[in-house]
């Protein structure tokens, strides 16, 4: 999944593809090189974002999904439920939904669902995160949502931890460990670690302080890897050539411990 956020203030790429025209070069671009989803979001929803109004979020997504929906599928990021259903009329097929909350538009439209897990809201949400159990409270918390959503009628129903939404470094590390559990579940898993700070914070960069989101790539793709090997079935990245190349190599070498042998899919790619 590539993210394409229509917004001047995104923690990564904030201003970049605000114009309609970049936006939608953009995710052709992103698709070129692999994406199967392209994530168009209207409103940043990083620590401390302000929110957006509705009718200005409608002006920036709806003419980009329409360009783009003919191409590749597209999923649309969004907690209002008019700009969901403007999406969803506009040819997006998927429901990112960071609220958890907007079920019932899937149903309705017959979209699929991404329920993610948040504690809080985007602009204090990282003030002060607390969990008794972080890895069994996120989880109990997404099958019960998706519980509802698959009796509701939805029948593409997602399931996402939502690394850095109301979490330290400590909790994201927790839920990608036993991120396994999660799997075994049996829903589909989406992980977004791309370019995230936590990364920054781990792993520093050449200079003193951490690594800034420009420093963040290889952070980026050994945590999307982590995932893909856990059975994550969906990575939301913002670098999508580089996560294609380590998704081929997961995918490569998994069939190889299939039983292909090193004469199989894996030499051929060589
Ligand atoms: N992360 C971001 C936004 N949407 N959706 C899902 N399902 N999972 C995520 O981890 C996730 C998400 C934050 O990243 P980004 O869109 O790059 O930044 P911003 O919110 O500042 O636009």
Redo the contacts with the bound molecule.
């Keep these: 999944m590539g993210?394409l956020?229509v917004?001047p203030?995104?923690?990564?790429?904030?201003g970049r593809y605000l114009d309609a025209e970049r936006a939608v070069a953009h995710g052709l671009d992103m698709a070129r090189h692999g994406a199967d989803v392209v994530?168009v979001?209207g409103?940043?929803?990083?620590p401390g974002?302000e929110p957006v109004s509705e009718r200005e979020e409608l002006a920036r997504v709806v003419p980009v999904i329409e360009a783009l929906s003919p191409h590749v599928r597209v999923s649309v990021?969004t907690v209002k439920r008019a700009v969901a259903e403007a999406a969803l009329g506009a040819g997006a097929t998927l429901l990112?939904?960071?609220s958890a909350s907007l079920w019932p538009v899937a149903a309705e439209c017959g979209a699929g669902w991404?329920a993610?897990h948040m504690q809080g809201a985007?602009r204090t949400m990282q003030d002060d995160p607390r969990y008794d159990d972080v890895v069994a409270e996120v989880h109990a918390f997404l099958r019960a949502r998706a519980a509802t959503a698959l009796e509701g009628g939805v029948r593409e129903v997602?399931v996402?931890p939502?690394?850095?939404?109301g979490k330290t470094a400590s909790h994201n590390l927790a839920l990608l460990h036993h991120l396994p559990e999660l799997v075994v579940e049996g829903l589909p898993v989406?992980?977004?670690?791309?370019?995230?700070s936590f990364l920054g914070r781990l792993a520093a960069g050449p200079g003193a302080g951490p690594a800034g989101v420009a420093e963040r790539l290889a952070g980026s793709i050994a945590t999307a890897t982590w995932a893909m090997l856990a059975g994550a079935s969906m990575v939301?990245v913002?670098d999508v050539a580089s996560a294609v190349q380590a998704a081929t190599l997961v995918g490569a070498t998994r069939v190889a411990a299939d039983g292909a042998g090193a004469s199989g899919p894996v030499r051929a790619a060589r």
């Design positions: 993210v956020n917004t203030d995104s923690f990564s790429d904030g994530d979001g409103e940043s929803s990083r974002a990021d990112n939904d960071i991404v993610m985007p997602w996402d939502g690394i850095g939404f989406l992980v977004g670690t791309s370019r995230k939301r913002h």
